[in-house]
């Protein structure tokens, strides 16, 4: 079945620290990648998107993420975080077929610490 | 400025009481969707549109009705609400199927 997993529910990380968040998909073929992040009481933004190409890309805010197929990830990370990034981040993947659904991982929630 | 909004954010309502959620994008996208968002469910779609007089069913249909008579429009309908529809619903939409999607700020939904 397609499916994403973001392992962890919650991290909390001290402002000025790196950060990753995981994600894991299941599907047979590469997909279309999508971060979205939720601030408090917001609705979702796109951070980053990969479709093709480089591996790496880069995403507003300072966020980038790495597609490796080997491991079905798509990592996001950041090198410094800072407090406005606490927030809820969202991995999606989008299938290549004629159905092309959003599937949806179940969140990370990240606070930071000052 | 490019964007989707939904009416209303908030609302309060009780069982059994019709209600509809708007929703309108400016971006002329032909993709629209609606999602709602329950704590520890993740985001989960209600139903979405591919273009006028196109819908069809998400995850969860049941329980709602949706309509596209207009490129710009999709409303959520709740013909009868029950308390298990309390939630947050987000309105999206996007150029195609695959594309990033764009969100509203989201309705809180409340039924009593």
């Known amino acids: 079945a397609q499916s994403v997993t973001q392992p962890d529910i919650h991290i909390t990380v001290s402002e000025g620290a790196s950060l990753e968040l995981r994600c894991n998909y299941s599907?047979?073929?590469?997909?279309?990648l999508f971060w979205y992040v939720q601030s408090p009481g917001q609705g979702l933004q796109l951070l980053l998107k990969y479709f093709s190409g480089d591996t790496l890309v880069q995403g507003i805010k300072g966020f980038e993420a790495e597609f490796k197929r080997s491991q079905s990830s798509f990592n996001l990370r950041k090198p410094s975080v800072h407090w406005s990034d606490a927030a809820e981040y969202f991995c999606?993947?989008?299938?290549?077929?004629?159905?092309?659904?959003?599937?949806w991982g179940l969140g990370t929630s990240l606070g930071v610490n000052p | 400025e490019a964007q989707v909004t939904q009416n209303p954010r908030y609302l309060i309502t009780v069982t059994g009481k019709k209600l509809t959620v708007t929703c309108s994008q400016n971006?002329?996208?032909?993709?629209m969707s609606w999602y709602r968002q329950d704590p520890g469910l993740g985001l989960r779609q209600i139903y979405y549109s591919m273009n006028v007089e196109v819908t069809d069913k998400g995850d969860v249909p049941e329980g709602y009705k949706v309509s596209r008579k207009e490129k710009r429009n999709f409303p959520l309908i709740l013909e009868s609400p029950s308390p298990n529809q309390t939630s947050l619903y987000f309105c999206?939409?996007?150029?195609?199927?695959?594309?990033?999607?764009?969100f509203g700020p989201g309705t809180r939904l409340t039924v009593l």
């Open positions: 999606a993947f989008s299938n290549a077929g004629n159905n092309r659904k959003l599937i």
């Open positions: 599907y047979g073929a590469t997909p279309y």
């Open positions: 971006m002329n996208h032909e993709y």
């Open positions: 999206a939409s996007s150029l195609g199927l695959g594309h990033e999607q764009f």
